[in-house]
């Protein structure tokens, strides 16, 4: 299984960038996705999340009414479009795959994940 995250870039603060994630791999089969961020000296931290069937939506405190995590079934993608950034939003984005039914604050924890792409590095400038 592979998850290839790709969308990240340069972007000035109150600017838009969408990040897509790709899902592969025979096997593949999870519950539903996530996104992570990370900058260097703190932890991973949730972003968002989503069921794969019914597409129900979990998204952290910072960036509800910001971003909207969204998936494509008949292609394995799901996709994180990040609107009004704030610098505070720099970091490398992680998408992740998760096999377990999540309820609630589960969706937080990055021990529930069990695939997980490489970073994408988003900047935003002042």
């Known amino acids: 299984v592979q998850l290839q995250a790709s969308g990240g870039g340069l972007v000035q603060a109150g600017g838009s960038l969408r990040l897509a994630c790709a899902a592969s791999g025979r096997t593949f089969s999870s519950y539903g996705m996530g996104w992570f961020r990370q900058v260097p000296g703190k932890e991973r931290e949730f972003v968002c999340g989503i069921r794969w069937s019914a597409g129900s939506t979990y998204y952290a405190d910072s960036v509800k009414g910001r971003f909207t995590i969204s998936r494509d079934n008949a292609n394995l993608t799901v996709y994180l479009q990040m609107d009004k950034l704030k610098p505070e939003d720099t970091a490398a984005y992680y998408c992740?795959?998760?096999?377990?039914?999540?309820?609630?604050?589960?969706?937080?924890?990055?021990?529930?994940?069990?695939?997980w792409g490489q970073g994408t590095l988003v900047t935003v400038s002042s």
């Open positions: 992740a795959a998760t096999k377990s039914v999540l309820y609630g604050s589960a969706w937080y924890l990055r021990e529930r994940y069990n695939y």
